[in-house]
C-alpha cells in the first residue's frame, strides 16, 4: 500500500476520503481489476447467482482475488469501524466512461454487489423482491404506500431493519440507471454526529420499546417491538434502529419522543449529501449511521434504477 497524503493505494484499488464528509471511504476500483473480475466471473449468469448461493461466495473470492486479497480485509476493516463504517465505491474514471446503458452492464452490478456484500457479510432474503437483493425503480409518478418510491419528496433520515426479526448490520445501495435527473442524492448522518444525541440517549424513553410494523408492499405481516437505542457496540456506544414512518407509538409520550426525534434529525446540520452516480455503490453499518434521500426535481421522464442488499456481519 502506497500513495500520496490523501489517496491510498492498494492492490486494483485506491482510497480516499468523501469530500463531503471524510467518515465515508470512497473506494476506487482500476479498470483492471474489474476487467479481471469479469473476465473470472463470465461463465455465471444472473440467474445462477439467485439459484446457488454458494456461488456468491464464489465471486466475492473473485473480486477479492483480482485485488490480491486487501479488497476483503480493508472492507471489513472499515465496516468494523465506528467511526468510518460506510464506503462508497466506484470504478475508475476509465470505467466510468466506458459504462454503457444495457442490461448486460446491469447483470454485471448485480455480479459486482453481490461480491462486495459477501465480502462484509451475508445479505438478507428482501421479502419485498423475493430474492436475496431488491431492484426497483422510481418514475416521476407513484402510488405505493410508503416514501420509498416518491420522487418530489424527502425521505427522511432513517435505520433500514426496524420492521423486521432478522439483523441488518449493512445497507449496500447501489444506482442500476437512471435518466432526467437532478438531485436526489443520497443522504447520510453519523450517529455520532448528530448533534442531539446526548437528548434522546439520555431520555426515559430511549431503551423503552417501541412497535414497529410495515405497509403491505412490504410483505412482512408481523409487528416488531424494541427501543429505539436497541444496543451498545463493544465500546458502550449507542446502535440505533429508528424510521419515522414504521412506528406505532402506543401512547403520547412515545408519540412525542418519536416526533421530537425526527424533527431533530431533519434539522441536524451534519448530515451529508453523497451523489451516488450509475454503477456505484454506497454501503453503510447500519446501526450507526442514519440514511435517506434528497427529494428529485421533477421531470416527467425521470427515472432512477436501484439494487439494494441488506444483510448482517458474519465475522
Ligand atoms: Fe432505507
Known amino acids: 500500500m502506497t500513495g500520496a497524503a490523501d489517496t491510498v493505494r492498494y492492490e486494483g484499488f485506491a482510497v480516499s476520503s468523501h469530500p463531503a464528509n471524510p467518515r465515508v471511504q470512497v473506494v476506487t476500483l482500476d479498470k483492471a481489476t474489474l476487467e479481471h473480475f469479469e473476465e473470472l466471473t463470465s ?5 445462477s447467482l439467485e439459484y446457488k448461493p454458494f456461488l456468491r461466495f464464489a465471486i466475492a473470492d473473485a473480486l477479492d482475488k ?15 469501524d465506528r467511526d468510518t463504517g460506510a464506503f462508497l465505491m466506484e470504478g475508475d ?13 446491469r447483470d454485471v452490478f448485480v455480479k459486482l454487489s453481490t461480491a462486495v456484500s459477501h ?23 407513484d402510488s405505493s404506500d410508503s416514501y420509498l418510491r416518491q420522487a ?10 426496524t420492521y423486521v426479526n432478522e439483523r441488518t448490520d449493512f445497507v449496500l445501495m447501489m444506482k442500476m440507471a437512471e435518466e432526467n435527473m437532478e438531485q436526489g442524492d443520497s443522504l447520510l448522518l453519523h450517529v455520532d454526529d448528530w448533534q442531539e444525541l ?7 424513553m430511549a431503551k423503552q420499546a417501541i412497535h414497529w410494523s410495515a405497509p403491505p408492499s412490504k410483505n412482512i405481516g408481523y409487528v416488531v417491538e424494541h427501543p429505539v437505542f436497541f444496543e451498545e457496540d463493544r465500546n458502550g456506544k449507542p446502535h440505533m434502529l429508528f424510521i419515522d414512518q414504521f412506528a ?4 403520547m409520550q412515545q408519540g412525542l419522543y418519536l416526533y421530537e426525534m425526527g424533527k ?22 447500519n446501526h450507526c449511521w442514519l440514511h435517506g434521500r434528497d427529494k428529485f426535481v421533477a421531470h416527467p421522464g425521470l427515472k432512477r434504477e436501484l439494487l439494494r442488499q441488506r444483510g448482517r456481519f458474519t465475522y
Open 248 to 251: 406505532q407509538p402506543a401512547n
Open 93 to 105: 474514471a476509465d470505467v466510468r466512461r466506458s459504462l454503457v446503458d444495457s442490461d448486460e452492464q
Open 152 to 161: 418530489h419528496r424527502r425521505m427522511e433520515l432513517h435505520n433500514d431493519g
Open 119 to 141: 465480502l462484509i457479510g451475508l445479505p438478507n432474503f428482501d421479502a419485498m423482491y423475493g430474492k436475496y437483493y431488491a431492484r426497483f425503480t422510481v418514475f416521476n409518478q
Open 264 to 285: 431533530s434529525l431533519e434539522g441536524d446540520e451534519n448530515c451529508s449529501n453523497i451523489r451516488v452516480n450509475v454503477g456505484s455503490m454506497l454501503v453503510i453499518q
Open 198 to 204: 446526548e437528548r434522546f440517549y439520555h431520555h426515559p
Open 43 to 47: 461463465q455465471y449468469g444472473v440467474q
Open 66 to 80: 483480482c485485488c490480491e486479497y486487501q479488497l476483503g480485509r480493508f472492507l471489513l476493516a472499515t465496516m468494523n
